[in-house]
């Protein structure tokens, strides 16, 4: 089936080519491993922007424009802002000469091979002679992707996941409440 | 070579704009157009600022270069350009090299989205307002990087103080631009937009701009989003991050030449960028003024005369101006310069009236006119107020605006719920 199969005729051609895949998913590797290898803070975070960045764009990939503008307001232009913020007040010139060290390079590499391993018996299994991601997906047009979001949260029928969204807002509330509680002597 | 010119021409029939068609010809020509234009535009306000401010102050302004200063800012382009481009001994090369492009990359990029009219975009989003909101706070990183890169107090200084600014009133901005994005879901579906054209079209379709929706509401919401504004783009009376009297020049002192010209457009297409999105926001984009109290063939015609009066009145400036040029012989090629200058003008002013090219621009020329009524109270602004002081800035931003916006998303959801929370409260479910 065609990946754009819920389109309506006469729209764009669909965005979700592998070439747009494999670019932006070689450009988020390329960060991913900049990120680690870089000795200077400012770099390293400047590299997992441009991760983050591609990852937004991935998301419009797969026709989820809403996700895309929030992972690029909350992740790009909130988060990694304060991390800049903190970084810039550091001594760049200590921390360039100070030896890097990871004693738990074995664990690491046995990690990621797991992750790795899981990935692609996940990806090859089949069961009762289908696979588990089949070729073709049914995606919304991405001209509704927003009030869809909007409908599965908070619409009467079909919403469902209102409840889960309350309590992580929740959850976002006491992170906020405990920091100002840790931050202030005296309230 | 047919199927190419079938492909060019079968855009004009329709009723998208060029990214919603899929027309990548005419995407292009669009986006080159609103580049020009833009380029011009921060040409235009380089040369009107200082003007402006000149005379507020009561001084003359640039004066040498071309008749009252018309040429100074392509000199001033040139010069920039012809500077020697300084990269510190001791900056961080790359970062130092990137930042003013990350800047401008996220001023100009935003423009993608910016309704100029129904179809006079380069195209529209489902998430128009979102995207126009997270690019421009990526410029934050351009600076933030640009000060620590130079490797001086100064700049370093600077970038703190920007992004703490530009991330504390981003929050009392966002409320602002979600109270009207809850005005646009009253209608029929009760579905709200994100769109930039589909916002304007709910104001169209409500008769009201949503700047005097649920008086005072709208107001309120366009009063803290016009604060905000100045603050997001470091102006002054928020110019802290460049206050030149404490940071010589903030976060851009160590650039110079190229790089700092950079800087500079950057700050201007990024303050036209969030007057376009207070214009579409509150001031109903490229709709004209008393849509629905001056109505019929007569005064559609009156307000589709506007643009060419406009362009006509300003070529009388320049005549007028070129009357009282000095008649000595050094004067001879500027007082020629001018009137040819209002020639041209007038040109375009008559052009702007032939019926087919009225109907066309009309919607252009409002959306146009709305803006630079937004870029004129920058500079008023600049020649107005004192700086603030920091700790000043961040109560305004925390204690003043954010519970503000706060009260009034609540409010705005209530008064716009009003008649189905009264149903509720008596017992009765009305669809």
Redesign the interface.
């Known amino acids: 089936m065609n990946p754009a199969g819920m389109i309506p005729a006469g729209?764009?051609?669909p965005v979700a080519t592998p070439f747009f895949f494999y670019l932006l998913a070689a450009i988020m590797i390329v960060g991913g491993v900049m990120v680690i290898t870089r000795k200077?803070a400012?770099?390293s975070a400047?590299a997992l922007?441009t991760t983050l960045l591609a990852q937004a764009a991935l998301y419009l990939m797969l026709y989820a424009?809403?996700v895309?503008?929030?992972q690029?307001?909350l992740y790009?232009?909130?988060i990694?802002?304060?991390f800049?913020?903190v970084i810039?007040l550091i001594s760049i010139e200590r921390a360039e000469k100070e030896r890097q060290f990871n004693k738990q390079w074995l664990v690491g590499i046995v990690a990621a091979a797991a992750l790795g391993g899981l990935f692609i018996a996940v990806y090859t299994t089949t069961t009762k002679g289908r696979a588990l991601f089949p070729e073709g997906r049914m995606t919304y047009g991405?001209?509704?992707?927003?009030?869809q979001i909007a409908a599965l949260l908070f619409d009467r029928n079909v919403g469902q996941y209102m409840f889960a969204f309350e309590i992580a807002s929740l959850l976002l509330l006491v992170a906020i409440i405990g920091a100002v509680v840790m931050a202030k002597k005296r309230i | 070579m047919h199927a190419l010119l079938q492909y060019i021409l079968s855009y004009l029939d329709s009723d998208k704009t060029p990214g919603g068609a899929?027309n990548i010809f005419w995407a292009t020509v669009y986006i080159l157009l609103v580049f020009a234009g833009l380029s011009v535009a921060v040409i235009a306000m380089n040369w009107l600022e200082r003007k402006i401010l000149a005379h507020m102050q009561v001084r003359l302004g640039p004066m040498r270069v071309g008749p009252h200063g018309l040429l100074q800012p392509i000199a001033d382009a040139i010069k920039l350009l012809l500077k020697e481009d300084i990269i510190p001994a001791e900056a961080?090369a790359?970062?130092f090299w990137i930042a003013p492009f990350i800047v401008v990359l996220a001023a100009f990029t935003v423009f993608v989205v910016v309704p100029f009219g129904p179809t006079h975009a380069i195209t529209d989003?489902?998430?128009g307002i979102?995207?126009m909101?997270?690019?421009s706070?990526?410029s934050?990183?351009g600076i933030?990087?640009a000060?620590?890169?130079s490797n001086s107090h100064y700049p370093?200084i600077g970038?703190?103080r920007s992004?703490?600014q530009?991330?504390s009133y981003?929050v009392a901005m966002g409320l602002a631009v979600v109270s009207v994005i809850l005005m646009t879901s009253l209608n029929d579906q009760s579905?709200g937009?994100?769109s930039m054209i589909g916002i304007v079209q709910a104001q169209l379709a409500q008769q009201e701009w949503f700047i005097f929706k649920f008086f005072p509401l709208g107001l309120i919401g366009f009063g803290i989003f016009a604060i905000a504004m100045v603050a997001e783009t470091n102006r002054a009376p928020f110019d802290l991050p460049e206050a030149e009297s404490e940071l010589t020049a903030g976060f851009h002192t160590e650039y110079s030449g190229f790089r700092w010209s950079l800087f500079f457009l950057a700050e201007y297409s990024a303050m036209i960028a969030v007057s376009s999105i207070a214009v579409t926001l509150w001031l109903g984009g490229w709709l004209r003024p008393f849509p629905n109290l001056l109505v019929g063939p007569t005064w559609d015609l009156v307000f589709l005369l506007f643009p060419g009066i406009t362009f006509l009145l300003l070529a009388a400036m320049c005549f007028y101006n070129t009357a009282r040029m000095p008649k000595h012989p050094l004067f001879k090629v500027q007082t020629i310069g001018l009137a040819g200058f209002g020639a041209v003008l007038g040109l375009i002013g008559l052009i702007l009236f032939l019926p087919a090219v009225r109907i066309r621009v009309n919607d252009i020329f409002w959306f146009s006119a709305k803006v630079a009524g937004f870029m004129y109270l920058y500079i008023w602004y600049r020649g107005t107020f004192p700086r603030y002081r920091f700790d000043q800035l961040m109560k305004v931003g925390w204690k003043v605006l954010l519970p503000t916006g706060l009260a009034l998303l609540v409010l705005t959801a209530v008064v716009g719920m009003r008649s189905e929370l009264w149903a509720e409260l008596q017992g009765v479910w009305r669809p």
């Open positions: 729209t764009n051609p200077n400012v770099h400047m922007i424009p809403f895309a503008g929030v690029i307001i790009a232009g909130g990694m802002v304060l800049l913020f810039m991405e001209t509704q992707n927003t009030q | 899929g961080d790359v970062v989003m489902n998430i979102l995207f909101l997270g690019v706070s990526l934050v990183l933030v990087t000060g620590w890169a370093l970038a703190l992004s703490a530009m991330v981003e579905t937009t994100l």
